[in-house]
């Protein structure tokens, strides 16, 4: 079946590392994304792994994929109190031309 | 460089109505995928437009359309619209033509309210 999961909220100071986790179902899956969404905003495209990789770091993001574990994190490092927001986990689906299969979002909070 | 621009920003219907969104996806793109996305939750993928074709659908009734035009602009149609249908409804497009390997974009969506 097609499902991801994710835990629903996140608090962190500002400055420390936030790290999000993500797990799906379908081993299938080609790429694996993290999305942004600030209040009343569409989804922001932040970083994305094909599935054949392990890791990918961009600036501050790091995304980490255990393929045999079907678990996918996001580390934001020194977070900041703009990174609040909710981080959606999303999956390509290789059977499909082009859906994704978004977990519910992980509400961030950054403390300052 | 336009990124993908949704119309209108925001809309109020009443049940049975009928309502129609827009979407013009980011330069370049081929495919738009609309989404549906309910308040706490992420988004549910409801049908993709491909060559002016719908080439994939999620579990949405037929109550829900859609139509992509000669410039891969699209729209999204709801008929007899019920309360359960008020959200966030988000557009996404992609370039297909480069083996469909590429990530989508979304815009920032259409909040539809039924009252």
Known sequence: GEDVEQSLFLSVREG????????????????????????????????????????????RLT??????????SLRIADTQTG?????FCAEKVK???????FGPGTSLSVIP | DAGVT????HLIKTRGQQVTL???PKSGHDTVSWYQQALGQGPQFIFQYYEEEERQRGNFPDRFSGHQFPNYSSELNVNALLLGDSALYLCASSFTGGGGNQPQHFGDGTRLSIL
């Not at chain 1, 081993?27 to 922001?44: C, D, V």
């Not at chain 1, 990174?83 to 981080?87: E, H, K, M, N, V």
Request: charged share 20%.
């Open chain 2, 6 to 9: 949704q119309s209108p920003t």
């Open chain 1, 16 to 59: 420390d590392s936030s790290v999000i986790n993500c797990t799906y179902t379908d081993s299938s899956s080609t790429y694996l994304y993290w999305y942004k969404q600030e209040p009343g905003a569409g989804l922001q495209l932040l970083t994305y792994i094909f599935s054949n990789m392990d890791m990918k770091q961009d600036q």
């Open chain 2, 22 to 24: 827009r979407c013009s």
């Open chain 1, 63 to 72: 995304v980490l994929l255990n393929k045999k574990d079907k678990h996918l």
């Open chain 1, 83 to 87: 990174d609040s927001a909710i981080y």
């Open chain 1, 95 to 101: 059977t499909s031309y082009d859906k994704v299969i």
